[in-house]
């Protein structure tokens, strides 16, 4: 039997900042049309509150962390409970290289679309090369 790998992608639970529903919007991209056998989603208001699935899942497999801010929320708390993030992506960096903005944090203007866009290509980007790392010390291990 053959086992996919998976990554787990944590966007960022901040529902006050544009950039919160960027990180959410973006890892929907990811998880329906970018990669979408590739990745799953985990909840962090869940795995902070305790969810097994969701800690193992972090503990165990590769995650990406999607921050909104520089609190770095979502990376603190995968860290606070053993989890591993084999990435960390950062909206303030992506929108300095991008010049891009949200607007607005309930529903994102055209601006707002084409950041959540490209945070998601960064992150399709990662779930690369993180699975090409998995599949290179697999064969390694042979």
Known sequence: ??????????????EEIPEGTVTRIAAR??????????????CLPLYLAGGKEDQEFVTKQPTIVVDGCERRCAEKSIKKYNGKAAAVIRIPDIMKECKLKAGCRVKLDEEGEKLAQRVAEKIAEEVDRILSE?????????
């Not at 991209?29 to 985990?42: A, D, H, M, Q, S």
């Not at 998995?134 to 042979?142: G, N, P």
Request: charge should be positive; hydrophobic fraction near 40%.
């Open 1 to 14: 039997m053959v086992i996919i790998p998976l990554v787990g992608i944590v966007p960022c639970s901040g």
């Open 134 to 142: 998995m599949k290179r010390k697999s064969k390694e291990e042979e």
């Open 29 to 42: 991209i990811v998880l329906e049309e970018l990669r979408p056998t590739r990745t799953i989603t985990i």
